[in-house]
RNA sequence: GGCCCAUUGGUCAAGCGGUUAAGACGUAGCCCUCUCAAGGCUGAAUCAUGGGUUCGAUUCCCGUAUGGGUCACCA
């Protein structure tokens, strides 16, 4: 026992401090709520399936009145991406999901139970390595990388499990008068825990969205510190979960296969065990199989790509949502007016199998969310957002505010006849560049889109359009407005009643319809758009004269 | 390959031993209509597979198949 502390020593001669004064510096937090963390890597943007994780994890907290907290796992300094901290912080504060506790941007940081970086935690992960090999739980390992490949490719070869265990962990046999020799004399070294586990007894725990789940006890000499001093993630999750007083551990499901290694670590750390809850990945279609969302495949795994094109955070929130519990939907619609964030998720009613990313129905989400915001909203949602990823649209809209009010107003007014061609806040440009007039006379470049049969020729278009503009009164109402197309159509020879149109369309030249689309290409040169008549409006007289005038000259 | 997790329409999924197997997205048709969108109505489409258990299995158990994950001094 002592030459175990005399070991513990020589390997950590800096380290004073216990575990016992981490106890007593990080005490067991004195609330009631669920503690949950989001502890991302620093290797580049916010993915989507993380964004997913950290959203459950903030709702979890907030709903029991507990505390979500942001960790900085940067414990791999070969795949640390500069300036990943502040991207993280800033998209995920864009989502609306900032911790209450713990790292918030590159700079600051929040709370008692910090430092919350991995790698400003040096110390504290000594502290707790050098009590397992105190105990004689955890010991230096002196093997080389090239060894441990010998080893595992002759494993390999021999369809033996790989790894460092039994007899294959070759140091944890060394006697402990030959370890302090070792150290002692320079050599270099890592170090492992000493599993006392056998991989042919079950363990099991609780998972809160699959239940009990059994694997085989890990009986690995798995590393738990690295020769950079650093932890691997095994020991920094025990150790960190552990002093953040974390009480519900919930990440991807990629870490059940190491829930073993990582309750052998708390049993012998004496540490209690803290709930676990491992979600399913987010999936797309590849093909004829399905795979992980992939940062380097697909464009939606970034979260960034929702930002860039204008999705309102919220629906990519509220698709989320609907993924987690798939009784989001039916209480959306029964609760139309309330937050989003009312909804209580729960953890046993997530589905446990990987879900494909629907991006149908996250479009649908989307319109649905813009259909609902008043023009004034939508117009302020789409100028915070063009500012930063759009400057085209930002100058566009801002060119005459009150007219690009008065746009977005176009068919907004009735709630149940409401359009929802609006998916993103970047359609504004396609679906309304007829409004920007230097954007409408760029399109016009191309010619007009009229398509002429033997009955509705050039010069037919011209008559409608030159009558048309006898009859056209801005400030008539809609009723007023239609009538004027009617009698065009009349005078001409169309016919001003579908139906009668319908039975009887070889006594026409054509139907009402013909003419609305014939004004319409000459003030949109669109063949669809919403209401003309609001369109004229918000156009304004001169403008609409000046279009359809334009149109006879130039057709 | 070992181990783990999963499997209800094209997608997300309700269901938790007896149901005409919800709902949403998508899709098809119709209606409405100045076009489109929206809206309304209607339709097509699902329990991976083989064994058990049971009076009865989508539901419970076992095998098979398929898909996913994991087996580092990465997280």
Not at 278 to 293: A, C, E, N, W, Y
Request: a neutral charge; glycine letters at 6%.
């Amino acid at each position: 026992m002592e030459k175990y502390i005399e070991l513990s020593n020589l390997m950590f001669p800096e380290i004073n401090n216990t575990v016992e004064d981490l106890e007593n510096k990080y005490p067991k937090r004195n609330i009631e709520g669920a503690v949950t963390r989001f502890a991302p890597s620093p290797t580049g943007f916010l993915h989507t399936g993380a964004l997913f994780t950290s959203l459950v994890n903030k709702r979890i907290a907030e709903q029991t009145g507990g505390i979500f907290y942001l960790r900085i796992e940067d414990t791999d300094k070969k795949r640390e991406v500069d300036g990943s901290v502040t991207l993280l912080t800033s998209e995920m504060k864009k989502f609306g999901i900032l911790p209450n506790e713990g790292v918030m941007s590159d700079t600051e940081e929040l709370g008692k139970y910090g430092p919350y970086t991995q790698s400003q935690r040096e110390e504290i992960y000594k502290i707790c390595a050098k009590h397992l090999v105190s105990l004689g739980l955890a010991y230096p390992c002196f093997c080389t990388s090239e060894m441990l490949n010998v080893t595992r490719e002759m494993q390999e070869k021999n369809k033996q499990i790989p790894g460092y265990y039994g007899i294959y962990a070759r140091c944890r046999n060394i006697s402990v008068e030959e370890m302090i020799e070792r150290v002692k004399s320079g050599e270099n070294y890592i170090v492992r825990m000493k599993s006392s586990g056998s991989h042919l007894k079950k363990v099991s725990f609780n998972d809160l969205i699959r239940g009990k789940i059994e694997i085989a006890e890990n009986d690995q000499d798995i590393v738990i510190i690295k020769s950079d001093n650093l932890p691997t993630y095994h020991f920094a999750h025990v150790v960190d979960d552990h002093f953040m007083r974390t009480t519900h551990v919930m990440r991807g499901e990629e870490w059940i296969p190491s829930v073993p290694i990582h309750l052998e670590l708390f049993a012998k750390m004496g540490f209690e065990l803290p709930k676990f809850a491992h979600f399913p990945s987010i999936m797309v279609q590849d093909g004829t199989s399905k795979r992980k969302l992939s940062k380097r495949k697909d464009k939606e795994a970034a979260v960034s790509f929702f930002l860039k094109g204008g999705y309102p955070v919220e629906a990519v929130i509220e698709y989320l949502l609907s993924v987690i519990n798939s009784d989001y939907e039916p209480w959306r619609i029964k609760n139309q007016d309330k937050d989003m964030f009312e909804f209580t998720v729960r953890l046993e009613k997530m589905n446990s199998a990987g879900a494909l990313f629907d991006m149908f129905k996250l479009n649908d989400i989307s319109k649905e969310y813009i259909a609902k915001l008043s023009s004034k909203e939508l117009l302020d949602k789409i100028l915070i957002w063009a500012k930063e990823y759009n400057i085209e649209i930002f100058n566009l809209l801002n060119l005459d505010l009150e007219y690009s009010l008065k746009m977005l107003g176009i068919e907004r007014d009735n709630v149940k006849k409401i359009r929802k061609d609006l998916v993103k806040y970047e359609d504004v440009l396609t679906s309304f560049v007829y409004f920007f007039e230097q954007k409408f006379e760029e399109n016009l470049q191309n010619g007009y889109n009229f398509e002429y049969t033997d009955k509705i020729n050039k010069d037919l278009v011209k008559q409608v359009l030159n009558k048309y503009l006898e009859v056209y009164n801005h400030n008539d109402d809609k009723e007023l407005w239609f009538s004027g197309i009617k009698s065009v159509a009349e005078s001409l020879g169309f016919c001003t009643d579908m139906k009668e149109y319908k039975l009887n369309p070889e006594k026409y030249i054509g139907n009402v319809s013909d003419i609305a689309g014939i004004v319409r290409i000459s003030i949109t040169n669109r063949k669809n758009t919403p209401d003309i008549y609001a369109i004229m409006q918000v156009l304004g007289e001169s403008k609409v004269k000046d279009r359809i005038n334009s149109c006879i000259r130039n057709i």
